[in-house]
């Protein structure tokens, strides 16, 4: 099993800048990846950003050039820097740990979410 915590979500003006922080405990495999979803008011969870644990990174396009994903392997922490924050980044963002059995195999663990919104 592996544990998620999150922190760093707030209310923010829009062209704000926040960083989300999730630590991560419990079973952690080697061959893993670490990164953050968002869903918002009646849409789908989406892929934000995620890095594994070679640091091998990709973004969904619409944040692109304004977040930027990195991990700290010894604290099995992954954070998020999301700069000129836009009102359509408003959503519940999520982290998330997928521990891999193989390159097509693997178990998804979720924090409880943060909400980030970005308002004036």
């Known amino acids: 099993q592996v544990q998620l915590v999150e922190s760093g979500g707030g209310l923010v003006q829009p062209g704000g800048s926040l960083r989300l922080s999730c630590a991560a405990s419990?079973?952690?495999?080697?061959?893993?990846?670490m990164g953050w979803y968002r869903q918002a008011p009646g849409k789908q969870r989406e892929l934000v950003a995620r890095?594994?644990?070679?640091?091998?990174?990709n973004y969904a396009d619409s944040v692109k050039g304004r977040f930027t994903i990195s991990r700290d392997n010894a604290k099995n922490t992954v954070y998020l820097q999301m700069n000129s924050l836009k009102p359509e980044d408003t959503a519940v963002y999520y982290c998330?740990?997928?521990?891999?059995?193989?390159?097509?195999?693997?178990?998804?663990?979720w924090g409880r979410g943060t909400q980030v919104t970005v308002s004036s």
């Open positions: 890095i594994t644990n070679a640091g091998s990174d």
């Open positions: 419990g079973s952690i495999f080697s061959i893993n990846a």
């Open positions: 998330n740990v997928k521990n891999y059995y193989s390159t097509s195999t693997y178990s998804d663990y």
